[in-house]
Nanobody, 121 residues
Framework: QVQLVESGGGLVQPGGSLRLSCTAS????????MEWYRQTPGKERELVAS???????NYADSVKGRFTISRDSTSKTMYLQMNSLKPEDTGVYYC???????????????WGQGIQVTVSS
C-alpha cells in the first residue's frame, strides 16, 4: 500500500504565507513526479505545481513568483511554500505522486486526502 499525507493547511490572511507538506509512505520503489493540485467549489481540480525526480519544476501562471515547490527525496516529502497569498488561492489542496511500487512494473498516480487552505481577512 501507498499513502500520501498532506499537512500544513489552515486559515491565513491575504498577503500571508503557508507551507504545505506531503509525505509518501509504503512500498515505493521510485517517485517520478510529485504534484500539487487545488480544487475550489464549482471548478475543476487544477494543477498548481509539479516537480520531477530530476528537480524540474512547473507552475500554473496564477502562482508563478509566489509559490515554490520542492522535494526531499530521502524522506519522500514534497513541499509547497505559498507566499503573498490571495483569497483566490483558497481551496482544497491535493498531493499527487506518480510512482512505481515494489509490486508493480508500471507507474501510476496516488492521491492524498486533501487539505483545506483558506485565505481570508
Amino acid at each position: 500500500q501507498v499513502q500520501l499525507v498532506e499537512s500544513g493547511g489552515g486559515l491565513v490572511q491575504p498577503g500571508g504565507s503557508l507551507r504545505l507538506s506531503c509525505t509518501a509512505s509504503g512500498s515505493i520503489l521510485r517517485i517520478n513526479i510529485m504534484e500539487w493540485y487545488r480544487q475550489t467549489p464549482g471548478k475543476e481540480r487544477e494543477l498548481v505545481a509539479s516537480i520531477t525526480s530530476a528537480g524540474n519544476t512547473n507552475y500554473a501562471d496564477s502562482v508563478k513568483g509566489r509559490f515554490t515547490i520542492s522535494r526531499d527525496s530521502t524522506s519522500k516529502t514534497m513541499y509547497l511554500q505559498m507566499n503573498s497569498l490571495k483569497p483566490e488561492d483558497t481551496g482544497v489542496y491535493y498531493c499527487n505522486g506518480i510512482l512505481r511500487t515494489t509490486y508493480s512494473d508500471i507507474s501510476r498516480s496516488y492521491w492524498g486526502q486533501g487539505i483545506q487552505v483558506t485565505v481570508s481577512s
